[in-house]
């Protein structure tokens, strides 16, 4: 989540017009970041290490992970049929993408990423006609963060990267987090809303 954090930090910079030689040196300061995690910290470093190596150490949950969509096949097993849920630990939250797999299919799949890049996408447009700065800047915060949670939840079990503890936005089941993401979507809603002014008096 600080990645994410961090991630929509440079993105509101970039929009807010910092220089592009600026974005580069944040950039080589995120990887000296990343590489002191890596460094530092063992969790971190074992993640890492057992994405790059496959061979090495447990991958249970990302190899059930894909295992329930190559069950799940173009179609899926059918509403409830999937066993993924009651194999992986978590699977209402981290590995939901999974479960939809296994349950629903590709298609459904397909549907609820092409459901997410619209939502970022229209997001973003809303803002291209928009004056307020604070306006594009907060909402652009909103949206990249929203669009950034559901990309790491979706390419952490599709092995894409390594895994996070990280929930799909409106499916995962859990508390906070659907409030929080609900809250943001709302005031990313706000923010793009049509203003409209009455004439004057």
């Known amino acids: 989540m600080l990645s994410v954090i961090t991630a929509v930090f440079f993105a509101q910079l970039f929009v807010g017009g910092l220089n592009m030689v600026l974005v580069g040196f944040g950039s080589v300061g995120l990887a000296g970041l990343a590489f002191v995690?890596?460094?530092?910290?063992?969790h971190v470093?074992?993640?890492?290490?057992?994405?790059?190596?496959?061979?090495?150490?447990d991958h249970y949950q990302v190899?059930?992970?894909?295992?329930?969509?190559?069950n799940g096949g173009l179609l899926g097993r059918g509403p409830g049929e999937g066993r993924v849920k009651d194999l992986l630990p978590d699977a209402h939250a981290d590995f939901v993408f999974a479960v939809a797999g296994e349950e629903f299919g590709l298609l459904i799949c397909l549907m609820i990423l092409g459901v997410f890049a619209f939502i970022?996408?229209?997001?973003?447009?809303?803002?291209?006609?928009?004056?307020d700065e604070f306006v594009i800047l907060a909402a652009s915060g909103l949206v990249?963060?929203?669009g950034l949670q559901a990309f790491v939840n979706m390419a952490s079990a599709?092995?894409?990267?390594?895994?996070?503890?990280?929930?799909?936005?409106?499916?995962?089941?859990?508390g906070s987090s659907a409030l929080s993401v609900a809250l943001g979507m709302g005031m990313l809603l706000a923010l793009t809303r049509r203003r409209t002014h009455g004439d004057p008096a």
């Open 45 to 57: 470093r074992s993640r890492v290490t057992r994405f790059l190596h496959p061979e090495q150490g």
């Open 158 to 174: 599709l092995h894409l990267i390594p895994t996070k503890g990280m929930t799909l936005p409106f499916i995962s089941y859990g």
């Open 120 to 131: 970022v996408m229209r997001g973003l447009l809303r803002l291209v006609q928009e004056m």
């Open 63 to 70: 190899d059930t992970a894909l295992q329930a969509f190559g």
């Open 144 to 146: 990249t963060g929203f």
């Open 37 to 42: 995690a890596y460094t530092m910290f063992p």
